[in-house]
Nanobody
């Protein structure tokens, strides 16, 4: 397990954009599936976007609005969020894991979480 360092959350109006960043140690970044999860109050943590070497996943509710990307030189993964909606409001967590999975239980390294709040 390693600590991932997130940045980029905040308050934005509906329709706006934010970009989240997550820095990971080189070996972790190179060998892991990287992803973003989110958790709203009273709800279970859900996958938002995941990226392995050969697969990319988006939850249906963000398809066409969010984009996950990796910068191998900076060992950083990003989540570009456009067209934000109030229902996107949650704490967003960066995660790293050995296996491509949509279950948060399969990820063993996590960021500290960053709040994203979208006002209507």
């Amino acid at each position: 397990q390693v600590q991932l360092v997130e940045s980029g959350g905040g308050l934005v109006q509906a329709g706006g954009s934010l970009r989240l960043s997550c820095a990971a140690p080189g070996p972790t970044f190179r060998d892991s599936v990287m992803g973003w999860f989110r958790q709203a109050p009273g709800k279970e943590r859900e996958p938002v976007a995941l990226m392995s070497r050969s697969n990319t996943y988006y939850v249906d509710s963000v398809k066409g609005r969010f984009t996950i990307s990796r910068d191998n030189a900076k060992t950083t993964v990003y989540l570009q969020m456009n067209g934000l909606k109030p229902e996107d409001t949650a704490v967003y967590y960066c995660a790293a894991g050995k296996y491509y999975s949509t279950s948060y239980r399969d990820y063993d390294s996590w960021g500290q979480g960053t709040q994203v709040t979208v006002s209507s």
